[in-house]
């Protein structure tokens, strides 16, 4: 052990017997200033914790005047204190009196001290109080003094984080780090979720911060660099990253910043100074999200704040030997999951029986996860900024899927109005679970199907409960993606067999599996695209691997046997994809007549319209199909070239809009020539007012996820369809501007009292 480091290990030592010891709140607090003060050779130490209104209250001293405790507060910018709060940084001073700064507090008694050095407590990189130490006689403190003070700080934060604290401000209310959080983001899946916090990458805490030997110490932090480096590395080359997309950008800033020689630099001058290997990353990351917090108004500069977050404790966890996740493990009761980012097949890997709830920093409703969300009934928001780094795991939270809110320790009050609502929600479910058998037809007598999607056999008892008239769009790939590795035929042909016989003779519309993008599968090698979303995915994967699609398209044929086969093939470009699939379909049912001894089953083949370039091939594009199904997510985001991953722009566009709607009729005019079926399935099906405004252009099938048929039922038994289709004829021909077809709409459903 080196000298050097005797004096902080020694207080450390002490500080943490302090915190075990089953003493108040109040008493260990003060005792933690004595230590700190007789370790520093200081006459004074002050805690000063940040409150919930943003002012910095005196929480403990030794040397000051005890009266002043929990009475002296400072606003953040206001005197010394507030001065370090505000920057973030040390302030180390041999008369406190001559900065401009300086505040005096006559009831703290502080006119006799003289040096003053105050560092910042920060935990996660988050401004939490202010400690300081005085002394009677002028002096500038020397550099390790203001090195052990700022590891003794990443002790109090601790201390200042635990919840034994509530109740001791003078001001009555709570601490910042514990106080209610609200966050406004983007609706991802309906619903309403009441539960405590699990983090996707659980946060990693640090308790040994003194090195006992540096050159180990280095060892380590260089041992760790270099295997952080290689794992971003061999990552960026698997198959399940090659695709691109959201998880590969968060990868490439990464590499970027692992990369970073000023970055590993300031860890191993932080060793140097006599910190152990994780402390050292904990504090440089303290006090780099603390500098950059500062412009994170910024776009840019929240990006790589959170990079940045983000790195640190992937270091963290290779410094410690601990996994990056655990999605196999046992999830607390009512687990609300919060996450920056998220794959759809990250979140199938969790155990659902206890999941009740989805938070993302990131992400879009048309996303994928946002899609898988919905498919489980999960309750989800988006856009939730800076929610990772302020929630604690076991916090309570509310998520309300409806508005888009999630409110991160509640108070009583919300607590109770989110029951409330709750309890409305029901009694609205229940009128829902009522009117399912009820036939879907309009107030003027137009029937419309309204399906469901799905993509696990878990969505099948949703059936009856939703009262939906078939399945109108089954993801395939779902399987594939929860698998480990390739799903065998027999294992195909037996999902597909149960799928059928829980739809009990309901139509079930197959979709042929849809990988690529950002749905990727772990044991399927792809080569990095530039823009994944427009590559090698969906047919065009599957016309590349023939074995891929006549082992799905035989376990289907196998298993419809004397039941209707409806499949579609999604992303056609040209209709020569389509006749390709075509043929590859009749080629196994040859195969499939003349070795199984099976007939072929009714057979209906369709084509999904989500590449533009069908618009200008629709005559043709019905001659070749029996039926077509518009994939609006897709759809929209390339008619208005915007990734509907990237959660800036996703929502840039309105999706209920003359120009796309445009598009829209046009394929129901064809359809309509052609005496051919179209229905849609997306995002926009199951939107009650999006939905009016399909109906509205000629839409009679339309799919959804099981929560929305109710809604979307109960809107079209109230909505005049005919008087709605002479409106849209008008509204589409003049494109209207202001208010737009949504305004347009809105007024149409409240002059007819059609519930949206």
Request: hydrophobic letters at 45%; charged letters at 25%; glycine letters at 8%.
């Amino acid at each position: 052990m080196s000298g050097a480091n005797a004096g902080p290990r020694l207080l450390l030592r002490s500080l943490r017997a302090t915190m075990a010891e089953p003493i108040g709140a109040q008493e260990r607090l003060d005792k933690v200033a004595s230590l700190i003060a007789s370790n520093m050779v200081a006459e004074v130490c002050s805690i000063y914790a940040l409150r919930a209104d943003r002012a910095l209250e005196l929480y403990a001293t030794e040397g000051l005047n005890r009266d002043a405790v929990h009475q002296t507060t400072l606003r953040i910018g206001e005197g010394l204190v507030g001065l370090i709060a505000s920057d973030a940084r040390p302030l180390n001073l041999p008369e406190a009196r001559n900065h401009p700064q300086f505040a005096y507090r006559p009831e703290t008694g502080e006119d006799l001290y003289h040096s003053f050095l105050g560092v910042p407590i920060l935990r996660a990189g988050r401004l939490v109080g202010v400690l300081v130490v005085q002394n009677a006689t002028q002096r500038s403190y020397a550099e390790d003094e203001v090195e052990a003070l700022q590891t003794t700080a990443m002790v109090i934060a601790e201390v200042l984080a635990s919840a034994e604290l509530g109740g001791l401000s003078g001001a009555g209310g709570d601490l910042d780090i514990r106080q209610a959080c609200h966050f406004s983001g983007t609706s991802l899946s309906e619903g309403i979720g009441l539960g405590t916090v699990v983090l996707h990458e659980p946060r990693v805490i640090v308790t040994e911060l003194i090195a006992e030997d540096i050159a180990t110490e280095l060892r380590r932090l260089d041992a760790a660099i270099a295997s952080l480096r290689l794992s971003v590395d061999d990552m960026l080359a698997r198959g399940d990253m090659a695709a691109g997309g959201a998880h590969r950008e968060v990868l490439e800033a990464y590499r970027m910043f692992a990369n970073d020689q000023g970055w590993a630099r300031r860890i191993k001058e932080a060793v140097q100074s006599g910190l152990t290997a994780e402390a050292a990353v904990e504090r440089v990351h303290n006090q780099t999200r603390a500098r950059m917090k500062r412009q994170a108004n910024e776009p840019y500069m929240l990006d790589r704040l959170h990079d940045f977050e983000d790195l640190a404790n992937r270091l963290l966890r290779v410094l410690m030997g601990r996994p990056q996740s655990d999605m196999s493990a046992e999830l607390p009761e009512n687990a609300i999951l919060i996450a920056r980012t998220m794959g759809a097949a990250e979140l199938l890997d969790y155990n659902r029986s206890n999941l009740r709830g989805l938070v993302l920093e990131e992400s879009a409703p048309t996303s994928h996860v946002s899609i898988v969300a919905r498919a489980l009934g999960l309750p989800s928001v988006g856009r939730a900024i800076d929610v990772v780094a302020l929630a604690e795991a076991g916090d309570d939270i509310i998520i309300d899927g409806d508005a888009g809110e999630v409110h991160l320790r509640p108070t009583p009050e919300i607590v109770h109005s989110y029951g409330e609502k709750v309890r409305f929600r029901a009694r609205r479910m229940e009128r829902f679970r009522a009117n399912r058998n009820l036939p879907s037809i309009s107030k003027d007598g137009v029937h419309v199907d309204l399906l469901m999607n799905a993509g696990l056999l878990v969505d099948m008892d949703h059936l009856e409960e939703a009262g939906a008239a078939g399945i109108g769009l089954f993801r395939t790939e779902l399987q594939f993606m929860v698998a480990s590795s390739f799903p065998k035929m027999a294992e195909q042909q037996a999902l597909y067999e149960q799928v059928l016989d829980h739809a009990k003779g309901k139509p079930v519309t197959f979709r042929s599996i849809d990988v690529g993008g950002d749905k990727v599968l772990p044991y399927l090698r792809m080569d990095v695209e530039e823009n994944p979303a427009m590559g090698w995915r969906a047919i065009r994967l599957g016309l590349d691997r023939p074995g891929l699609m006549r082992a799905q398209i035989r376990a289907l044929l196998l298993a419809a046997r004397d039941n209707e086969l409806r499949l579609m093939f999604p992303m056609i470009t040209e209709i020569s994809e389509l006749r390709k699939a075509r043929l590859a379909v009749e080629r196994e049912i040859d195969h499939v007549r003349r070795h199984y001894d099976v007939p072929p089953p009714k057979l209906q083949l369709g084509a999904m319209l989500e590449v533009p370039a069908l618009l200008y091939q629709l005559d043709e594009l019905f001659d070749v199909a029996d039926f077509v199904s518009v994939g609006s997510n897709d759809l929209l985001q390339f008619m208005t070239a915007s990734d509907r991953g990237n959660s800036r722009v996703a929502e840039r566009f309105d999706s209920i809009g003359c120009p796309y709607f445009r598009a829209l009729k046009q394929a129901c005019d064809a359809a309509g020539r052609a005496g051919k079926s179209i229905s849609l399935c997306g995002d926009l099906a199951g939107r009650p007012l999006a939905a009016m405004g399909l109906i509205g252009i000629g839409f009679r099938q339309i799919s959804m996820s099981p929560a929305q048929i109710g809604p979307v039922k109960e809107m079209l038994r109230a909505l005049p369809v005919e008087t709605l289709q002479l409106k849209f004829t008008e509204w589409l021909t003049d494109g209207p501007e202001n208010p737009g077809l949504r305004g347009l709409l809105e007024d149409f459903a409240k002059t007819h009292q059609v519930p949206y």
